[in-house]
């Protein structure tokens, strides 16, 4: 079986971009630790920055052996709509801030570096990725279910795809154009049951 990091290595990650997984902190030792480990990788063109793979992610979201999940600490989160989230002082400067980091790991990540279509890791973290790209382009989520409208990105059973309900028709195809803009491949649906229109959204892979 693997070892787990040390507490040291565990801090650095930690400690990396929570969209991008930029690695900001660590000795030289250290990242070629996490690197060895598949937690991390190095990037073949200048900088030469480390950024998690998949593997590091998980371990970031899930505290480490022995701790409690650690207590919410205001780190940035993508809003899927549906829950009450309060406008915060400075959130549209975060949101723009974190598109501006997912275009970059885009570019950097990619491996024709194309800044265009998704990378591994909106594959990996479909709803955030989606509900990041609408929210970067002024539309405004959901409230609570049944407060008001705005969007709600939820996960499906489908392997690569999300769907975003928005029951206004017009809002709908513009967050379908959002979207679509973002690199993502986007159809219009009607659930059987309730007859709510809603779109199907996956990442864009050429």
Request: charged fraction near 25%; aromatic fraction near 4%.
């Amino acid at each position: 079986m693997t070892r787990p990091p040390t507490a040291a290595q565990r801090r650095v990650i930690d400690a990396a971009d929570p969209v991008t997984g930029r690695l900001r902190g660590g000795t030289q030792a250290q990242l070629a630790a996490l690197v060895q480990r598949g937690l991390a990788f190095r990037h073949p063109r200048p900088p030469h920055d480390h950024f998690l793979t998949p593997a590091g992610h998980r371990m970031r979201e899930e505290p480490a052996p022995g701790q409690k999940p650690a207590e919410p600490t205001g780190v940035f989160t993508a809003r899927v709509g549906g829950a009450q989230e309060p406008s915060a002082p400075g959130r549209t400067r975060e949101v723009h801030s974190a598109w501006q980091g997912l275009v970059e790991l885009r570019r950097m990540t990619n491996p024709d570096g194309a800044t265009d279509r998704p990378c591994g890791w909106e594959r990996t973290h479909l709803a955030q990725a989606a509900a990041l790209a609408l929210e970067a382009a002024g539309h405004r989520p959901a409230g609570p279910d049944g407060d008001g409208d705005g969007y709600r990105v939820r996960a499906t059973p489908q392997p690569e795809a999300v769907a975003v309900y928005q029951p206004d028709t017009e809002a709908l195809r513009a967050c379908a154009a959002t979207l679509e803009r973002a690199g993502w491949q986007t159809g219009e649906h009607t659930e059987p049951r309730t007859r709510a229109r809603y779109l199907l959204a996956s990442p864009r892979r050429a």
